[in-house]
């Protein structure tokens, strides 16, 4: 009797596992991924700039639209590389990171082929940048990518760098000549200030605010979705808009683990990336674009901005903001000419080709 009751018992455990076995075979068939807790992704600057913020908003959309299996969590200030900025694109490739949301210029060490946005006077305006991203060369940053072992999912922005400093107002090369000037440790940008005769000095962005505060250095080059957050008025009075080049954003992740994802997955996070870069995008330009930026924010984010107009916002914070005139504009392009045309030679021939050819379109 008692050997019958424990041989149903069996009978009814060994029913109940076949059940839970076939009911998470149903859920999850084979060959579905299993997803991670958390996907790191790294970024460069903090949650209050707009690049930040389009990292925010990356993660919140990937999350929504693969129903909550995805789940990107933001690292800052470069935390996950100790702040070594230009060692992203390699701790994706690696596997070591996820997924970043960088800029060209911090990607430039493992993709050289970035730095066809830091050509000196180059591109300078939106309708330029546009073409090339949109374009063969922003085809053939990605493929590049792509051989490296990461994914280019869409574009961000950090915008048309100006310079900034606490001596004088620059409005010609000679300017420029002995100021100690921060740059990020990516050999064209000391190519363009020793060109210039400066004195350029490269250092993480996670060193640079305080050598802002410290007066070690006499100024620096960023954007405005830079220069706000850091409220870089207080350190330098003098701002030159010059747009000379500009560090588009790209999200990125690490190819092994995105050839693993299902499609339906890929598809919600390239819709993610694609949308928070629109989004990004436009917080950068808003304000410098006329209305255009802050309508797309308006319209299809419901978002208004803070501070709508950078360059008064500056101005009404005591910065002597310059624009350059064409003339003034053609000296230092001129006294750039050098380092342009060695860094068109490394860049290589086929890749400038397929820049001038997106310019003319
Ligand atoms: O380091 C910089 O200057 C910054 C914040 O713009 C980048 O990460 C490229």
């Keep these: 009797m008692k050997k019958t009751l424990f041989g149903k018992a069996v009978v009814k455990w060994a029913a109940l596992c076949l059940s839970v076995c076939v009911a998470a075979f149903l859920a999850f068939p084979a060959g579905a991924a299993e997803f991670k807790k958390e996907y790191k992704m790294q970024l460069n600057v903090g949650p209050t700039f707009y690049w930040g913020m389009g990292a925010v908003k990356f993660a919140e959309l ?19 590389l100790k702040g070594a900025q230009l060692k ?24 050289p082929e970035c730095n066809i946005f830091s050509l000196p006077f180059f591109i300078n305006t939106y309708e330029n940048l546009d073409k090339l991203e949109n374009g ?41 000549k002995g100021l100690r ?3 990020v440790g990516s050999p064209i940008f000391i190519d363009i200030f020793r060109q ?18 410290q007066g070690v250095v006499d100024g620096q080059e960023n954007p405005v979705g830079v220069l706000l957050p850091v409220q870089i008025w207080q350190y ?61 924010l308006k319209t299809k984010f419901n978002y208004t901005m803070d501070i709508p107009e950078p360059v008064k916002h500056m101005e ?11 003339e003034e504009r053609n000296a230092f392009i001129a006294a750039t000419k050098p380092v342009f045309d060695k860094w068109v030679k490394e860049l290589g021939a086929d890749l400038y080709g397929k820049a001038t050819a997106d310019l003319k379109k």
Excluded at 94 to 108: F, K, Q, R
Excluded at 151 to 166: C, I, K, P
Excluded at 245 to 274: G, H, R, S, T
């Design 62 to 80: 990937a999350k929504a639209k693969t129903g909550g299996k995805i789940n990107i969590k933001p690292y800052f200030g470069s935390s996950l």
């Design 181 to 183: 000037l921060r740059v």
């Design 88 to 111: 992203s694109a390699q701790l994706v490739a690696n596997g070591v990171i996820d997924c970043a949301l960088e800029s060209t210029i911090n990607i430039s060490p493992v993709i």
């Design 196 to 213: 210039l005769g400066a004195d350029p000095v490269d250092m993480n962005w996670g060193d640079a605010v305080t050598a802002f505060q």
């Design 136 to 176: 063969k060369t922003g085809k053939a940053v990605f493929a590049a990518m792509d051989k490296k072992g990461i994914v280019g999912l869409a574009w961000g922005e950090n915008g048309f760098r100006q310079v900034t400093n606490s001596k004088r107002a620059i409005h010609k090369p000679e300017d420029v």
């Design 236 to 296: 330098h009075k003098y701002a030159t808009f010059w747009n000379y080049l500009v560090d588009p954003l790209i999200f990125y992740w690490n190819k092994k683990e995105w050839n693993a994802f299902p499609k339906d997955i890929q598809k919600a996070i390239k819709e993610a990336a694609l949308e928070a870069g629109e989004y990004e995008r436009a917080l950068c330009r808003a304000g410098l674009d006329g209305e255009k930026s802050i309508n797309i």
């Design 316 to 326: 009404a914070k005591g910065t002597t903001v310059t624009f350059l005139t064409d």
